[in-house]
């Protein structure tokens, strides 16, 4: 078992940058695929990125491709999101997720098995 820990949510201006940290709390992501989501008010959990913490990946969404880039640190044992070009449309509670998808449901919230308690991020125009 697995829990994972976010952090560095904040508030930023449209345009700016932020990067958002998961680690593993009380181990490693081991043989885990790590994913962010995101989630608004009433709307369900939107898949961002993810990544095979032993290997393959990178997946990330469309609405999120060229401005966001997921990232491993093996000595600190996090993924980290570097999030770029910000827009008020990336406003949400990022959420962190371990699980063992498969290929074709890598973005689905439902494969992740664990999760961190959310980071906000908040973009002003």
């Known amino acids: 078992q697995v829990q994972p820990v976010e952090s560095g949510g904040g508030l930023v201006q449209a345009g700016g940058s932020l990067k958002l940290s998961c680690t593993a709390s009380?181990?490693?992501?081991?043989?885990?695929?790590i994913g962010w989501f995101r989630q608004t008010p009433g709307k369900e959990r939107e898949f961002v990125a993810a990544t095979r913490w032993s290997g393959g990946g990178p997946w990330y969404s469309d609405s999120v491709k060229g401005r966001f880039s997921i990232a491993k640190d093996r000595a600190n044992s996090a993924i980290y999101l570097q999030m770029s070009m910000l827009g008020p449309e990336d406003t949400a509670v990022y959420y962190c997720?371990?699980?063992?998808?498969?290929?074709?449901?890598?973005?689905?919230?439902?494969?992740?098995?664990?999760w961190g308690q959310g980071t906000q991020v908040t973009v002003s125009s």
């Open positions: 997720g371990a699980g063992r998808p498969i290929v074709s449901t890598v973005a689905t919230a439902s494969a992740y098995y664990y």
């Open positions: 009380g181990g490693t992501f081991g043989s885990y695929t």
